[in-house]
């Protein structure tokens, strides 16, 4: 084969006599010139031959490569099984083996630390400013510290890509969605502060701030136009929740364009249906807490300023009604209804039907009633008011009837019963137990008169029930169940409230008490306000009895 020779021209000095001058001249000499080699029999026999047995030398290579690679596929796959095993390298093992061993040992540690910086990033890591990759480096930094078995590291490389992948796309959707709600947040902000300056001045919302609001936001937030959908109407639902139904018609509108209106999309008119409905209950709910408010303050002023008009009525019944004239003309009552409720009160007040006495008086009335020993000639004659008369009138004639159809029937009289011993042994006895006594510790007689009317309860009571008895002895019964419950009934502080705090006062009228307390002879607060609380209880008991 021909080889290439480089030559190249070149300069020399060629030197002459001294006194000749020092000159240059130019030497050819051969360049770029073939060279062929000359030819030797016995290297071409050799290359022939090497040519001939070539192919079956490259067939045999590859062969024995081929099962090499197999053999050391086994000792791999082997060092990886003896380490998922937890079995330990045994000497002399081959090289390949020793590799898969070390790869596997590699992948659990790689497991393992992917595991702690995964819990890490869920307890110590700020999702929403911290640096990823600082984190996740300094992390496997640590573990991987002091670790020069290559095997090893190729089977932890094997693992840890994927799992910081996983985290990282994690970590970034949970920034991304929070940029997505920081900006819609922003956005519904905007929203709300406008819409709401003209909800809060009565005035419709013009289209221009939709259109506006809706561009701005596609403009610089990309927002589309559904979403701005979704937004519009969570910024209305949360103002229209506070009773502004009227917020909704704004979606009604035709569109500046001439397209319908938001409320005209099929998906979304019956939301808005049900957020105005919703709305509108919202408004007639806080409408009616505020006229019971108002009604309420309004009521207090006006119980406040006849407190003492009341307690004037049982004493002094023409002061009290001047008084209230005077409070009527100087408008305490700014409703037709107002007047009409107070006007009835203090007529009733200043007419009350029935004293404790013609209370108590009625009860031994209805009693002979029921015994057969009151006719109705005692009845109109009692000192008792006329709807006392006109209601016991009425019960005389019911008892009467009865018994003449029991007579009609040939029955016994029901009335019977009460000729007995046992019928006068129970009676007695439960005007023994429940019998009034007077107390120094009752000064105004609250306890005495509470008692009383108790023990006349109780007798009509067992008058009544004892019609229905068919065996005399059976009445002692009766009168001792009855006795024991309104002596238990006493006990009660709801019902013995006045008797209660009756024990504790020593002054009889409000009167009294301001003068004392004017005068300093009532110091002590709480003796005062227990004063006040009996005073307003008597007050509720009397206005009862006016009903």
């Given at each position: ?9 070149d ?5 002459t ?12 000499q051969?360049t770029n ?7 030797d029999?016995?290297?071409n026999?050799?290359?022939h031959g090497?040519?001939t047995?070539s ?13 090499q ?6 000792q791999i796959a082997?060092?990886?099984a ?5 079995k330990d390298?045994p000497?002399?093992s081959p090289e390949?083996?020793k ?6 040992a590699?992948?659990?540690g790689?497991?393992?630390a ?5 819990n ?9 400013t911290g ?8 992390h ?6 002091g670790?020069t078995d290559?095997?090893y590291?190729?089977?932890?490389n094997q ?8 985290v ?6 949970h ?11 922003n956005?519904?902000?905007?929203l709300?502060?406008?819409m709401?300056?003209y909800v809060?001045n009565?005035?419709?919302i013009?289209d ?10 596609k403009?610089?937030f990309?927002?589309?136009?559904s979403?701005?959908n979704e937004l519009l109407?969570?910024?209305m ?5 506070d ?5 909704y018609?704004a979606l009604?509108k035709?569109?500046?364009?001439g397209?319908p209106g938001?409320y005209?999309?099929p998906a979304w008119?019956e939301?808005i249906?049900q957020?105005q409905?919703h709305?509108?209950?919202?408004y007639?709910q806080?409408r ?7 009604k309420k ?10 407190y003492?008009?009341f307690l004037?009525m049982?004493t ?7 008084e209230?004239s005077?409070?009527?003309s100087?408008?305490?009552f ?5 007047l009409?409720n107070?006007d ?6 200043s ?5 404790a ?6 009860v ?11 006719r109705p000639?005692?009845i109109?004659?009692?000192d008792?008011?006329?709807a006392?008369k006109r209601?016991l009138?009425?019960e005389?004639?019911?008892v009467t009837?009865?018994a003449?159809?029991a007579a009609a029937?040939g029955q016994t009289?029901?009335?019977s019963i009460y000729?007995?011993?046992?019928f006068?042994?129970?009676?007695t006895y439960?005007e ?15 306890g005495t008169?509470?008692?009383r009317?108790?023990m ?5 009571e067992?008058?009544?029930?004892a019609?229905e008895?068919?065996?005399?002895h059976?009445l002692?019964e ?8 309104f002596?238990?009934?006493r006990k ?18 409000l ?5 004392a307390?004017?005068a300093?002879?009532?110091t002590?607060?709480?003796e005062f306000?227990?004063?006040l609380r ?10 009862r009895?006016a009903?």
């Open positions: 084969m021909p080889r290439e020779v480089r030559t190249s021209i300069t020399r000095q060629v030197l006599p001294i006194s000749a001058p020092r000159v240059t001249q130019v030497v050819a051969p010139q073939l060279v062929t080699p000359a030819v029999p016995e290297l026999g050799l290359i090497l040519a047995i192919p079956s030398l490259q067939q045999y290579a590859y062969a024995t490569r081929f099962e690679a197999k053999d050391n596929e086994k082997a060092g990886a003896a380490k998922a095993q937890g390298i000497p002399g390949y083996f590799h898969g061993y070390m790869v596997q590699g992948q659990i790689a497991e393992q992917a595991n702690e910086f995964t890490r990033i869920q307890t110590e890591f700020d999702w929403d640096d990823l990759n600082k984190f996740t480096k300094d496997f930094s640590q573990d991987t510290k670790i290559e095997s590291l190729e089977g932890y693992v840890i890509p994927k799992r910081i992948e996983a990282q796309a994690g970590v970034l959707k920034r991304s969605e929070a940029l997505v709600a920081k900006t819609e947040a956005a519904m902000v905007k709300d502060r406008d709401r300056a809060e009565g005035e419709a013009p221009v701030v939709f259109d506006t609001h809706r561009k701005d936001l403009d610089a990309g927002i589309s136009g979403r701005f109407f969570a910024s639902k949360r103002i229209g929740d009773g502004n139904y009227a917020i018609e009604k035709p569109k500046p364009d397209t938001m005209y999309i008119k939301k249906d957020a409905i709305s509108q209950n919202v007639l806080k009616s807490q505020a006229d019971a408010s108002l303050e309004r009521e207090d002023k006006q119980d406040t300023a006849l003492d008009v004037k049982d002094d019944p023409a002061s009290a009604r001047m209230y005077r409070l009527r100087e408008g305490l700014s409703r037709a209804s107002d009409i107070w009835t009160k203090i007529n009733a007040a007419k009350r039907e029935a004293s006495e013609q209370q108590d008086h009625e031994t009335l209805q009693q002979g009633i029921y015994t057969g020993k009151v000639q005692q109109v004659q009692a008792i008011t006329p006392q209601s009138m009425t005389w004639r019911q009837n009865d003449r159809q029937a009289a029901a009335n000729r007995t011993q046992d006068r042994s129970g009676e439960i023994t137990v429940l019998r009034p006594q007077a107390s120094p510790l009752d000064p105004m007689g609250i008169e509470f008692a009317q108790q006349a309860t109780a007798r009509k067992f008058t009544i029930r019609r008895i068919k065996k005399p059976e002692q009766l009168a001792s169940e009855i006795a024991t419950r002596l238990d009934r009660d502080p709801r019902v013995n409230q006045e008797v209660e705090m009756a024990g504790s006062l020593r002054y009889s009228t009167e009294e008490l301001k003068a307390s004017d300093g002879l009532l002590d607060p709480v306000e227990n004063h009996y005073f307003r209880a008597a007050q509720s008991r009397d206005s009895k009903r």
